[in-house]
């Protein structure tokens, strides 16, 4: 009993980890696909020309929105912390059920 006690309270740190990682990677995905509307909406057409270009493959560049990812294999979003949990747990289920 003790053994699954333990092993839950650090599947809990474990998320509450992920999760820090997956909210903080759907946030920088969202305000990313906000950076390129707000390049187009500054008055930079009275600027130098070396600006204007240098905004303009900003907001070319910023049409893809950016994504964290973990080790180029799994994309770090609330979505993927959710895919996370629901095998955790029925990992979790599958070793109590074995134990019972």
């Known amino acids: 009993k003790e053994l699954i006690i333990g092993s839950l309270l650090y599947l809990i740190c474990a ?3 992920i999760f820090a990682l997956c909210f903080l990677g759907s946030k920088i995905t969202d305000l ?3 950076v390129s509307i707000s390049v187009y909406e500054i008055d930079w057409t009275g600027s130098s020309i070396p600006f204007q270009k240098n905004m303009l493959i900003t907001m070319v560049r910023m049409q ?3 994504y964290l990812s973990a080790g180029k294999v799994v994309w ?3 979505p993927t912390f959710v895919t996370i ?5 029925q990992a979790f289920a599958v070793i109590k059920t074995m134990e019972d």
């Open 32 to 34: 990313s696909s906000q």
């Open 15 to 17: 998320e509450a980890q």
């Open 64 to 66: 893809q929105p950016i």
């Open 76 to 78: 770090l979003t609330l």
């Open 85 to 89: 949990c629901k095998t955790a747990y």
